[in-house]
C-alpha cells in the first residue's frame, strides 16, 4: 500500500501538527475488523510521511459510559451491527470514526462503514484545515444558468469541501474579482 502523491504533497507541506483521533471498537466482527486494521495502517502511513507533524490515536470507548458520551459528543456515533457469536446472531453497539483537529479547527468523519475513499476523504479533510485561505471558484449567473443553490446543490456541496464557492454575475459587475481562481460556465441559455 502507497499513498497517492497529492497525499504525500500534503502532509510533506504541514506547517503545524496535526492530531487524529480514531474511535473503533475493539474485537469487531468481520468486515468492521478489517476496516479498523486498515485505518490503523493508513495512519502510521500519514504520520511517515508528515515528518512528525501528524500524531494518531485509536481509541476503543469500549463499555465505560462516560468514555461513550465523550465520544458521542465528538461527533462519533454508535452504530448497531450484527455480530455472530457462539452459532448465535447478536447485535453490537460499535463506534467506527475519525476526529482531525488542526489547530483550533476540527473535523469529523462520524463513521467508517468502507474504506474505499476513506484516503481521499481524509486528505481533503487535512488540505482544508491546514489551508489558510480556500481558493474560490465562481459560477457565472443571469443569463439562464441553472441556480446553484437548487438544481446544483449537491455540485456546490462537494466542492465547498476544498473551496469557497460563489456566484457572479456579468450584468451586475462586469470584471471577475482577483481573488476567483476558476470561473465555470454550466448551461447559459441566454447571450
Given at each position: ?55 494518531f ?51 469529523t ?7 474505499e475513499n ?74
Amino acid at each position: 500500500y502507497r499513498l497517492s502523491e497529492a497525499t504525500r504533497s500534503v502532509l510533506q507541506r504541514l506547517e503545524d501538527p496535526v492530531k487524529v483521533h480514531a474511535y473503533f471498537t475493539k474485537d469487531l466482527p468481520s468486515p468492521y475488523n478489517q476496516n479498523a486494521a486498515y485505518v490503523r495502517d493508513l495512519l502510521e502511513e500519514y504520520a511517515a510521511y508528515a515528518g512528525g507533524n501528524l500524531d494518531f490515536e485509536i481509541i476503543d470507548p469500549g463499555m465505560d459510559e462516560g468514555r461513550k458520551r465523550d465520544t458521542v459528543r465528538k461527533g462519533i456515533m454508535p452504530v448497531q451491527i450484527q455480530e455472530i457469536k457462539n452459532d448465535q446472531i447478536g447485535i453490537k453497539q460499535a463506534f467506527m470514526g475519525l476526529v482531525v483537529t488542526y489547530g483550533t479547527k476540527k473535523e469529523t468523519i462520524p463513521l467508517i462503514r468502507q474504506t474505499e475513499n476513506l484516503e481521499f476523504e481524509l486528505t481533503s479533510m487535512i488540505k482544508r484545515l491546514s489551508a489558510q485561505q480556500l481558493k474560490t471558484i465562481a459560477f457565472t449567473a443571469g443569463h439562464g444558468e441553472p441556480s446553484l443553490d437548487e438544481k446544483m446543490r449537491s455540485v456546490k456541496g462537494e466542492l465547498e469541501k476544498n473551496y469557497r464557492v460563489i456566484t457572479h454575475d456579468f450584468n451586475l459587475v462586469k470584471e471577475v474579482a482577483a481573488d476567483v481562481s476558476s470561473l465555470i460556465v454550466v448551461g447559459p441559455t441566454e447571450k
